[in-house]
């Protein structure tokens, strides 16, 4: 089972639509929780860190369900400059960081 | 700024030779690693270090070595490049422990 899994998609949306992506995680003692966004051709760059109690950056939301095993992702009204690759990952513990495949979402206009 | 560089940013190779990737960061971060990028797979680690002289293989690691003798350096070294070893490839360094990485800009390497 891989360490971490996401929907690969791809999502496509209008401008100005709601979006949420989720991603779940196998291992239980995973410490801490991210969504980098990564654009073609480029190297993945830190989006926003997931904190249990859920933390929002401007149009961003992430939250973090410990009993589920998942994390989530929603993007709200939706710019064309947000289509990219969204990667979840967990650092197990190890000090090691474990990837999604991603999920490649389109904003249409 | 500090930053995290990568070296060469291309690169073509032939079946068999050795290749070594150069990564550099200037964040004096104890934590390196490198991972590969291919379509499906995702970002998969290939070898980690925690600090000089420290390394370890990633879940990718058959054929590639790395070498750890400062804090600012991981080379990764391809012994004898093979065509399955065509992909991006990505240096990161983190600092604390469960904090994020910086990655590098990616080294496309076509191994022919």
């Known amino acids: 089972r891989k360490e971490v899994e996401q929907d690969p998609g791809p999502f496509n949306v209008p401008e100005g639509a709601t979006v949420a992506f989720n991603c779940t995680y196998s291992?239980?003692?995973?410490?801490?929780f991210f969504w980098y966004r990564q654009d073609c051709r480029k190297e993945p760059k830190l989006l926003m860190s997931v904190y249990s109690s859920g933390n929002e950056d401007g149009r961003f939301t992430a939250q973090l369900n410990r009993a589920s095993q998942y994390i989530s992702l929603l993007i709200r009204d939706s710019k064309l400059s947000d289509s990219a690759t969204y990667l979840c990952v967990v650092n197990t513990g190890a000090n090691n960081l474990f990837f999604g495949t991603g999920t490649r979402l389109t904003v249409i206009p | 700024d500090a930053e995290i560089t990568q070296s060469p940013r291309h690169k073509i190779t032939e079946t068999g030779r050795q290749v070594t990737l150069a990564c550099h960061q200037t964040w004096n971060h104890n934590n390196m690693f490198w991972y590969r990028q291919d379509l499906g797979h995702g970002l998969r680690l290939i070898h980690y270090s925690y600090g000089v002289q420290d390394t370890n293989k990633g879940e990718v690691s058959d054929g590639y070595s790395v070498s750890r003798s400062n804090t600012e350096d991981l080379p990764l070294t391809l012994e004898s490049a093979a065509s399955s070893q065509t992909s991006v490839y990505f240096c990161a360094s983190s600092g604390q422990a469960n904090t994020e990485a910086f990655f590098g800009q990616g080294t496309r390497l076509t191994v022919v």
């Open positions: 291992n239980s003692a995973s410490q801490s």
